[in-house]
C-alpha cells in the first residue's frame, strides 16, 4: 500500500517563505503523478492551489508556487501572511488509476 | 461560474444504503471527467472515485469497490454516488470535484459537501 507523506505541522513567520513537501513512501515523486495541492479551513471546502505539479488554479496568488524538489513534490508559500494559517493537503495519481492523498499539513505563521 | 452542489446525505444504518448527487453548473459538464473524494471531520481527505466524461471509464478506492458506483447523467449534468453496504466507516463529507489534467486525475473546482452518518 503506498502511502504518500507530508510534514504533520510547520511553522513560518509572518512575511517568510516555506516550503511543504509531499513524498513517497517508496520512491520518487515525478510530474507523471500530477502533484496537486490544497488548502482547508476548518468547515470549509477545500480549495485548489496547485495542480498538475506547477499550475496554479484560477485567482490563487503568486505566492504560491508548485515544484518538484529532489524525489517529492513541493509548495512554496512567500511572503506568508495570517490568513495562510490552514490545512495543506497533497495528491498523487497513480499509475494503478487511484489518487492518493497524503495526511495534511497544519501551517501556524507566527 | 462554476458551481458544484452536492445533496442526498444523511443519516443511514449500518448496512443500508443512500444515493449521493452532485448537480453541477457554469461549465460543460459533459466534457469533464468527475470525482468524490470524502473526509472523516477533523481527519485527511480521501479520494473515492472517479468517472469519465462519457461515463465509460470508472475507477475505485479499494475501500469502497464492489460496494460504491459512481455514475453521471450529462443530460441532466448530473453525478451520482451510489453507496450500499454501508459500514460506520464511511461516515464522512462527501465532495464532488471537477477534474482537470490529462484524464481528469487533478480537482479544480470542489462543492461544499455533504454529510453522510452511518449509525444505528
Redesign the interface.
Known amino acids: 500500500q503506498t502511502v504518500v507523506t507530508q510534514e504533520p505541522s510547520v511553522s513560518v513567520s509572518p512575511g517568510g517563505t516555506v516550503t511543504l513537501t509531499c513524498g513517497l513512501s517508496s520512491g520518487s515523486v515525478s510530474t507523471s503523478y500530477?502533484p496537486?495541492w490544497?488548502q482547508?479551513t476548518p468547515g470549509q471546502?477545500?480549495?485548489?492551489l496547485i495542480?498538475?505539479t506547477n499550475t496554479r488554479?484560477?485567482g490563487v496568488p503568486d505566492r504560491f508556487s508548485g515544484s518538484i524538489l529532489g524525489n517529492k513534490a513541493a509548495l512554496t508559500i512567500t511572503g506568508a501572511q495570517a490568513d495562510d494559517e490552514s490545512d495543506y493537503?497533497c495528491?498523487l495519481?497513480m499509475q494503478s488509476?487511484?489518487?492518493?492523498?497524503?495526511?495534511?499539513t497544519k501551517l501556524t505563521v507566527l | 461560474e462554476v458551481q458544484l452542489v452536492e445533496s442526498g446525505g444523511g443519516l443511514v444504518q449500518p448496512g443500508g444504503s443512500l444515493r449521493l448527487s452532485c448537480a453541477a453548473s457554469g461549465f460543460s459538464f459533459s466534457s469533464y471527467w468527475m470525482?468524490w473524494?470524502r473526509q472523516v471531520p477533523g481527519k485527511?481527505?480521501?479520494?473515492v472515485s472517479?468517472i469519465s466524461s462519457d461515463g465509460s471509464s470508472t475507477?475505485?478506492?479499494?475501500s469502497v469497490k464492489g460496494r460504491f458506483t459512481i455514475s453521471r447523467d450529462n443530460a441532466r449534468n448530473t453525478l451520482y454516488l451510489q453507496m450500499s453496504s454501508l459500514r460506520a466507516e464511511d461516515t464522512a463529507v462527501y465532495?464532488c470535484a471537477r477534474g482537470?489534467?490529462?484524464n481528469g486525475?487533478?480537482?479544480?473546482?470542489?462543492?461544499?459537501?455533504t454529510l453522510v452518518t452511518v449509525s444505528s
Not at chain 1, 471546502?45 to 485548489?48: G, K
Not at chain 1, 488509476?97 to 495534511?104: A, D, H
Not at chain 2, 485527511?44 to 479520494?47: D, F, I, P, Q, T
Request: charged share 10%; glycine share 14%; net charge positive.
Open positions: 500530477y496537486s490544497y482547508q471546502a477545500p480549495r485548489t495542480y498538475s488554479s484560477s493537503f495528491v495519481y488509476g487511484i489518487s492518493v492523498f497524503g495526511g495534511g | 470525482h473524494v485527511g481527505l480521501v479520494w472517479r475507477s475505485y478506492a479499494d465532495y482537470t489534467c490529462t486525475v487533478c480537482y479544480k473546482y470542489w462543492g461544499q459537501g
